[in-house]
């Protein structure tokens, strides 16, 4: 089940550019400690990582892509491979919501996306979760499963221990709306169960799965204390430095020690 560790990702989507970033990245230094059971990863946009990744202390903060394209190399306009940001970045987003429906992105992009990044060393976090029609038409599971068996289909068991999964059921992405935490939990269960029948239960229980969708500093303590989960994916709340920090530290053993009595 959830490791130990907890993992925090902030994904500034298209916000910030270089110079905002770096200010930004600089405040957030001062704010958020060195803390051997949290691990923070950003997700700046990709103009800013070169000059983020010369600026950041690794040991503090991972950087992460929040795209990339599959190919290595090539006659690809406008693309940035995982190759060219191997290196720069350790994790890379792949499959999130807003890739997927605003830019139509296929199960057989994201499967690619994930060889891609596991190809170059990148640790792909692949973002899985249902619309709000899928869900109204009881199709959460099916949803699930369909993009976990296709995002991963080029991934062998060995290569699995470098993915993560994020939960991110697309109607509470960006929404302000909470997903209930014993919602969560189901969805999570179901995955873990999904992956244990494609890779076996020892893959299924270490397989590290985050949540996210709207968490807020307020909200985030009730979903890291849910069993399986091991981490979150912030979007909005992750370029608010305060709230930001305040989710970090929450993430920290002794907070959920005390948040759970
Ligand atoms: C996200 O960008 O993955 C996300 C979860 O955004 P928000 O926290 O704003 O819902």
Partial sequence: MASNKKII?????MNLNVQEASLYLH???KIIEIRRDVEVILAPTTLTLQSLSLQVNGRQFK???QNFYWRDHGSYTGEVSATQLRGIVQYGLVGHSERRHIFNESDKDIRNKVEAAVRNNIRPI???GETAWERANGETYDVLHDQLVGGLANITSDELSRVMIAYEPVWAVGTGQNALPTYVSAAVSAIRNQIEQLYGKIAADSIQVLYGGSVT???AADYLALPGIDGLLIGGASLNAD????IVRKAHRGSLIVERK
Avoid: T, Y
């Fill in 63 to 65: 950087l992460a892509a």
């Fill in 217 to 219: 500093a307020h909200s």
């Fill in 243 to 246: 709230s930001f920090g305040e």
């Fill in 126 to 128: 692949l973002c899985v």
């Fill in 9 to 13: 990702v902030g994904n500034w989507k």
């Fill in 27 to 29: 405040r957030l230094s």
